[in-house]
């Protein structure tokens, strides 16, 4: 089925990279129902019980499914995930986690306001309740404060939060010029890269709960040296850009206080 009406058309989906929760995926997926939007599931490489419970939801007419032979990492299933929806025809697709942290009752706001301004990049920003591990907690901001020296900007409010989303044409030309890392680097450095692009971007609250039997597939060696050298990669990169940022902080707040005087 083709989604797209005329080049003008709102086609929105959801993307969910799944890798072995077999346990959480079907739950995630009832409740993502309410929406009323096609589903596309990204299976990156999950064993076979998985794979399974995969199979069994994607006989449903509005589920998708996208397997990669083997896994490969969150960033590289998002991304080709985010291109595998756009050959279906839908212009957007809004990204969740498989896991059910992200309170569901959250993401209708996601769909409206892409609706109304569809060019931008829609990013959430958690609203933890008590369930939320410290060293989780602490460890963002301490990305938060490189993403804002990268970009000389808080305007990304939260660059690790599963949920967000894509206009699907302009976020795939980006990534086919940069891949943005395989795995957990992926969410931060594709909203820094768009940032400077020069794309615009909105931050929408969503709450989150850490579920106590949850699956988490971070690495703590491994995904922490690959954030490590993306910060790396990024610092240089805006480094090289900085009288570009500069100059657009500054245009920032002369508008910021013509609205004022106005």
């Not at 995630?28 to 998985?50: F, K, R």
């Not at 050959?87 to 209708?108: E, I, K, M, R, Y």
């Not at 992926?186 to 615009?200: I, N, Q, S």
Request: charged letters at 20%; glycine letters at 6%; proline letters at 5%.
């Amino acid at each position: 089925m083709n989604h797209v009406q005329d080049s003008a058309a709102f086609s929105p989906c959801v993307l969910v990279p799944v890798y072995n929760h077999e346990h959480a995926i079907v739950a995630t997926c009832e409740g993502l129902a309410a929406l009323n939007l096609p589903i596309v599931l990204v299976d990156d490489g999950s064993d076979a019980g998985c794979a399974s419970v995969l199979d069994h939801l994607a006989q449903a007419s509005d589920v998708h499914l996208l397997r990669l032979p083997r896994n490969r990492g969150k960033g590289y299933a998002v991304r080709h995930g985010l291109a595998h929806a756009q050959t279906l025809g839908f212009t957007h697709a809004l990204q969740v986690d498989a896991d059910g942290q992200h309170d569901q009752s959250s993401l209708p706001p996601f769909i409206e306001a892409s609706r109304h301004a569809p060019d931008r990049l829609l990013i959430g920003y958690p609203r933890f309740d008590h369930s939320v591990p410290l060293h989780r907690f602490i460890s963002r901001y301490i990305t938060h404060v490189w993403v804002w020296c990268n970009t000389l900007s808080t305007t990304l409010r939260d660059t690790m939060c599963g949920v967000r989303l894509y206009p699907l044409a302009a976020v795939n030309a980006m990534l086919a010029r940069h891949g943005c890392g395989h795995r957990m680097e992926f969410d931060t450095e594709v909203l820094v890269r768009w940032f400077w692009a020069g794309h615009p971007v909105d931050n929408l609250p969503v709450r989150v709960t850490y579920p106590t039997d949850g699956v988490s597939h971070f690495r703590l060696f491994r995904d922490n040296v690959l954030m490590a050298r993306m910060h790396l990669r990024l610092t240089l990169g805006m480094l090289i850009r900085m009288p570009k940022l500069i100059l657009g902080r500054a245009r920032h707040w002369r508008d910021e206080r013509h609205k004022s005087s106005s």
